[in-house]
């Protein structure tokens, strides 16, 4: 049984990688030369990663992809994409060539509203707290002044608080529902700072306003925190064509494939073993920029498919119509990014990858990254309509099975060659790789 640890945090990198391999690894010595590959041989440079996080060993790396071609409102970008599947990067560039003749993508961002709550409860009257709250609402919002001083001189700041009662759903549960905008900030700290402040000026405050509030009708504050659910912190992108300038194939006519098409996207709408999957594949995409530009991908994905789900149903978030012969093809989604603050100034890689995109603001980023979930989506559903998500798949894939059985490089390229005219699967890509070897070995 592994031993309890005090003090781990306090231990040097060697130290604590020294106790997982004397207590998990049984003293395997390539553990730690595998965790020391990954160090960075700059020494600054790997102490800055070690400080992003706490008990940090070594580094984990991703694929760093550029996917090129994307015409954005009429802009050119390359788009800097982090991410570990394989067909990613591959199909949102495709999506992009095909786009970029046709007009490319449009993307406008028409709200960047962010929320956060003090969650509280409330024994006495709910007339009383209305009016108590009437009477210090200005109050509240000037005591967290020093706080937003910096936010409003770059034109954001906290937008509006509501008290809203809960008490029919639990007992005596109220809350602060604040609205915030934090410019080009992701605005975590900066909400969670406010809100702090509130429910320590609410606290004080209905101490002293007992001509309103009675003696014994007290508030507790059971917490305080930003929401990741934003849906008024939308961006929408979209692309249209003519119909007749959409693929055709020789079992499809361009509107034959425009009508599947869309038929694909109502599936999605309607039925939810397909609507996770299709905004799984809208994510990769997204996820793929929020990683490579330093942003939470987890509040991105919790927000998203909250999202999706806002009208009591989980559907698609994707869109598609056909209207007067043009095909329509478009996405709604909040996305809560930044472009100052958090790793954006300290991580190399996050600092490239604004400077790709021409160091965009808050709103910009939130176009290119809706595009790239949309362009993901828009080549998923070509895949899965003519010839079926595995073909491209599994030739992109096929090199991590090479890999995965050693192969030499003679032994990719010859593989490689045989799958040009043949349908890659597992086993027969473990057959070819046995047929090579038994032949070398004769």
Known sequence: MTPVVSGFSKLSKDQKINWLVTHHFNNDHNTIDILKTYWNSDEKLQKLHDEFAENTISNYYLPFSVAPNFLINGQRYTIPMAIEESSVVAAASKAAKFWQNRGGFTAEVPSTTKVGQVHFTYSGDRTRLKAFFN???????????????NMEKRGGGILDVVLRDKSSEIENYYQLHCTFDTVDAMGANFINSCLEQFADFLTKASMTCKDVLNTG???????????????????????????????????LTSLQYAQK????????????????????????????????????????????????????????????????????????????????????????????????LGNPNAKKLMEITAVAGLAQ????????????????????????????????????????????TNTVTHNEVVTQIKKLRSQIAK
């Open 217 to 251: 009708e007290h508030i507790e504050i059971i917490m305080s925190i930003l929401s990741n659910y934003v849906p008024e912190c939308l961006v929408k992108a979209s692309v249209s064509c003519l119909v007749k300038e959409l693929p055709s194939t020789e079992e």
């Open 377 to 420: 989506n828009f080549a998923a559903i070509n895949s899965l309509i003519t010839t079926g998500i595995q073909q491209g798949h599994m030739k992109m894939h096929l090199m991590n099975i090479l890999n995965q059985f050693r192969a030499t490089e003679q032994e990719k390229k010859q593989v490689v060659e045989y799958f040009k």
């Open 261 to 356: 098409f869309v038929r694909a996207v109502q599936i999605a709408k309607i039925e939810p073993y397909r609507a996770v999957t299709h905004n799984k594949g809208i994510m990769n995409g997204i996820d793929a920029v929020v990683l490579a530009t330093g942003n939470d991908f987890r509040a991105i994905e919790a927000g998203a498919h909250a999202y999706a789900s806002k009208d009591g149903n989980y559907t698609s978030l994707t869109n598609a119509i056909i209207d007067n012969d043009i095909f329509h093809f478009s996405i709604q989604i909040p996305l809560a990014l930044g472009t100052v603050g958090g790793l954006t100034s300290l991580h190399p890689l996050v600092k490239l990858s604004l400077h790709l």
């Open 135 to 149: 009477r210090i609402k200005s109050d509240l919002i000037s005591s967290a002044s020093h706080i937003t001083k």
